[in-house]
């Protein structure tokens, strides 16, 4: 009886300690917040910057996500995503976001449900139509795979799954899923955002036009301020920017408009240089099949080498290329196109591990030249952005451009690279190209004060400004995405790039950490699933249920053997 009161005595005291280890814990609990992430590449972790803008977060920012309803199941994956990371968002922030999901076609009357399609698509969402194909059965789902925030008095949409653009719609689910993170931040930081920076695309040598670079102002839209400006001389034509875009320039820049923008630079101004050194007559190409390619004259070329680069007066031929459609017919009324590699438009690759081009794909060129880093007076730091391949053949200036190439398969020993740079970033303090000689047309301007070295700065050099330029329906006035090459239908990572680029310069690189990361989508084989479908279920309900079974004649067995002595 003894042993017996001791032992109930025992339990009782192990009971509460344990409830008091509980609620010691819960308590302790209440006053720190983290979550476990066990994902070898972090999946459902947020990155540093997000948690940081989401718990900073003034007032509450509403989603309405309308993913839901009766999906296939690659779309439901895609929920179940979108529902795990606005999860996150609402963990980090301080009661500040909320979400909901609806059902756009939740009526069954059609009317009622035309009449919501069309409000989500006067907000901006685009429907998608998409085709899967489950076993044997193929079905066709209208979806708005969308979103609409809500921030105080404003609405911003998010197409969180783009209109399909490939033949596969798992590709595009999972780059959706690759860039949720991403997406959602920016779409955040458009509402929350009260001071914008300003941008201009500069004007008056040449440059590209308005409807030419209309689709990265688009996106760039939503997070600065935009407009074009000349210089003509003026000493305050660069007054209250903060960046400036020179997109394409094919006429001289005076010594007056030169050294405006060399003090632009000096006093902090960011520039994102896009200048071709090389001329090419498309007329000229598409009438008689060949051209020359000749030395441009913008005279900012001694600028750029000061700052600590060389443009160099060349065409890189890369065997990695996009191709052209090309008349192989040898009788000339029945016209017979094929595609064939054009070595002149090279697909531009990452050549470093760096946030602007992590995670980005290859980027649309045409007619690009060569990049050489050179060692300055003082500290510049210079990191490759994008390079052609390791195929590629450098032709110097002036020289022959045919079509005729085509006609014959290529000499590959002639492609034995090395890769060649094509865009570069520079990171330091510049030294002004007119610190030791200043324009005559300056000596007289009174009170004119010369930095002659500039604050920490930032600035990009691209060789090919055909980089930054949307294709572009002249007879519609109608422009195409930024990357899109018509002949293949596919379009490249020129505007992520680009954007990315932007973003850098002017310091924002939570953005780019974002859409930085990348992590694995471990997608289940589909053939296995078919031919393994019975031994995968009986495995699945099976095993847990026998183990159990196990486990409860163990333990029985164990506390009969130990009461029976």
């Not at 008091?20 to 983290?34: E, K, Q, R």
């Not at 996500?65 to 963990?91: F, H, M, N, T």
């Not at 006067?122 to 789902?141: A, M, P, R, V, W």
């Not at 519609?476 to 850098?504: C, E, H, K, M, V």
Request: aromatic content about 10%; proline content about 5%; overall charge neutral.
């Amino acid at each position: 009886m003894t042993k017996k009161r001791n032992q109930k005595g025992l339990d009782i005291a192990v009971l509460l300690i344990t409830v008091a280890v509980v609620f010691l814990v819960n308590y302790i609990g209440s006053f720190w917040f983290g979550r476990l992430d066990l994902t070898s590449e972090k999946r459902y972790s947020l990155s540093e910057a997000t948690r940081s803008q989401v718990t900073e977060l003034e007032d509450v920012v509403f989603v309405k996500v309308y993913l839901e309803g009766d999906l296939p199941a690659a779309l439901k994956r895609l929920q179940q995503s979108v529902k795990e990371i606005l999860d996150e968002y609402r963990a980090y922030s301080n009661g500040n976001f909320e979400y909901e999901f609806v059902n756009p076609a939740i009526s069954e009357n059609e009317e009622e449900n035309k009449q919501v399609f069309d409000q989500l698509l006067e907000k901006g969402l685009l429907y998608t139509n998409l085709e899967f194909q489950e076993g044997d059965i193929s079905s066709k789902k209208i979806i708005f795979p969308g979103a609409i925030f809500s921030y105080r008095e404003q609405e911003i949409p998010l197409q969180i799954l783009p209109p399909q653009n490939t033949n596969d719609p798992l590709i595009e689910i999972n780059r959706a899923i690759n860039q949720l993170e991403y997406n959602i931040s920016s779409t955040i930081k458009k509402l929350t955002r009260e001071k914008r920076q300003t941008i201009s695309f500069l004007q008056g040598h040449g440059e590209l036009t308005g409807i030419e670079v209309a689709d990265i102002s688009r996106v760039l839209g939503d997070f600065y301020n935009l407009r074009a400006d000349t210089i003509e001389g003026r000493l305050d034509a660069l007054e209250n920017l903060d960046g400036l875009i020179i997109a394409g320039p094919d006429s001289s820049f005076s010594d007056k408009d030169k050294f405006i923008l060399d003090q632009f630079v000096m006093n902090g101004g960011r520039i994102m240089w896009l200048v071709a050194p090389v001329s090419i007559s498309m007329d000229s190409l598409r009438d008689k099949r060949y051209t020359m390619s000749l030395p441009k004259q913008v005279r900012v070329e001694d600028m750029l080498f000061r700052y600590g680069v060389r443009l160099n007066t060349n065409l890189l031929m890369d065997m990695q290329c996009l191709t052209i459609p090309v008349d192989v017919s040898p009788v000339p009324e029945q016209p017979n196109y094929k595609p064939k590699p054009w070595f002149y438009y090279p697909l531009l690759t990452p050549a470093a591990n760096h946030p602007i081009v992590t995670s980005i794909g290859p980027v649309k060129s045409e007619f690009v030249s060569s990049i050489d880093t050179l060692k300055t007076s003082v500290d510049v730091r210079k990191t490759v952005l994008l390079t052609t391949s390791k195929y590629t053949k450098v032709i110097n200036s002036p020289s022959r451009v045919s079509l005729n190439i085509l006609r014959n398969r290529p000499d590959e020993r002639q492609f034995a690279g090395p890769a060649r740079a094509a865009a570069v970033l520079l990171e330091g303090e510049f030294e002004s190209a007119f610190a030791k000689l200043l324009p005559p047309e300056m000596y007289n301007i009174e009170g004119l004060k010369i930095k002659e070295k500039s604050v920490p700065n930032r600035m990009i050099v691209v060789a090919d400004a055909d980089i930054i330029r949307n294709p572009v329906n002249q007879a519609r006035q109608q422009f195409f995405p930024l990357g899109y090459d018509r002949f293949s239908r596919q379009t490249f990572s020129n505007r992520d790039f680009l954007y990315n680029a932007i973003n850098y310069l002017f310091e924002d690189e939570e953005l780019i950490e974002t859409r930085s990361k990348d992590f694995e989508i471990r997608l289940l084989d589909e053939n296995r699933i078919q031919t393994e479908r019975t031994f995968w279920q009986v495995a699945n309900f099976g095993v847990p249920i026998v183990l159990v079974v196990l486990f409860g004649l163990s333990w029985y067995a164990v506390r009969r053997r130990k009461y029976a002595s």
